[in-house]
Structures are given as structure tokens and as C-alpha cells.
């Protein structure tokens, strides 16, 4: 069995910083994920992605809402991906979800790409 526990979020002024974590565990066995990536959904809309990493994380892709701001990274180690969010909008205020492949390596912006998710971390942004 996987999970993925988000940690990190909360609530924070707008031009402001968070930093969400991600952390995969495996019972019983070695979990290795390809592609890692962040959704988030706000209240009434649905979720979106918001960017993505390869296997093995020297590449990327941003949703254009939050290029320049937002940066994903990971650390296959701890099979962790991280997402540092900078210059935070209310607009970003959503919960935002970690989402892992064992599908594809190469990242993959569509939800069918991934087969593991978070339970979320909800962030709030205050104008």
C-alpha cells in the first residue's frame, strides 16, 4: 500500500511563501515513482495541475498561472517532492494535491497519469 502525505500548507498573506512537502511511503515493499506533480482545486471549480516533475528531476512543466513563481523539486532519497510557492496570490488559495505515476517518467500533466494521490493541504491566501 502508497501514500502520499502533503504537509506544508497553511495560511499566509498575499506575496508571500509556503512550501508544501510531500513524502511517499510503501508498506512492504520499495516505491519508486515516475512523473510527481501538484493539482489544486478551489472552492467550485475543478482541479487543476499546476506543474510537474520527471522521474528524475531535472525537468519540468508549469501551469502558465504560476510560472516564474512556483518550484517543484524532488528528492528521490526520501521520495519526496516539494513545491515552493512564491509571490502567493488569493487567487493560488486552494487545496493543493500531490499526485505520483508509476505509469510514465517523463511528467504528464493529465490526471489520467497518475495512479497515487494525496489527501491535500489546504492553502490560503489573504489579500
Known amino acids: 500500500q502508497v501514500q502520499l502525505v502533503e504537509s506544508g500548507g497553511g495560511l499566509v498573506q498575499a506575496g508571500g511563501s509556503l512550501r508544501l512537502s510531500c513524502a511517499a511511503a510503501?508498506?512492504?515493499?520499495?516505491?519508486?515513482?515516475?512523473?510527481m506533480a501538484w493539482f489544486r482545486q478551489a472552492p467550485g471549480k475543478e482541479r487543476e495541475f499546476v506543474v510537474t516533475?520527471?522521474?528524475?528531476?531535472?525537468?519540468?512543466y508549469h501551469a502558465d498561472s504560476v510560472k516564474g513563481r512556483f518550484t517543484i523539486s524532488r528528492d528521490n532519497a526520501k521520495n519526496t517532492v516539494y513545491l515552493q510557492m512564491n509571490s502567493l496570490k488569493p487567487e493560488d488559495a486552494a487545496v493543493y494535491y500531490c499526485?505520483?505515476?508509476?505509469?510514465?517518467?517523463?511528467?504528464?500533466?493529465?490526471?489520467?497519469?497518475?495512479?497515487?494521490w494525496g489527501q491535500g493541504t489546504q492553502v490560503t491566501v489573504s489579500s
Open positions: 499526485a505520483a505515476s508509476t505509469y510514465y517518467k517523463d511528467f504528464v500533466i493529465r490526471e489520467y497519469g497518475y495512479n497515487y
Open positions: 510503501a508498506s512492504g515493499h520499495t516505491f519508486s515513482p515516475g512523473a
Open positions: 516533475i520527471n522521474w528524475s528531476g531535472d525537468s519540468s
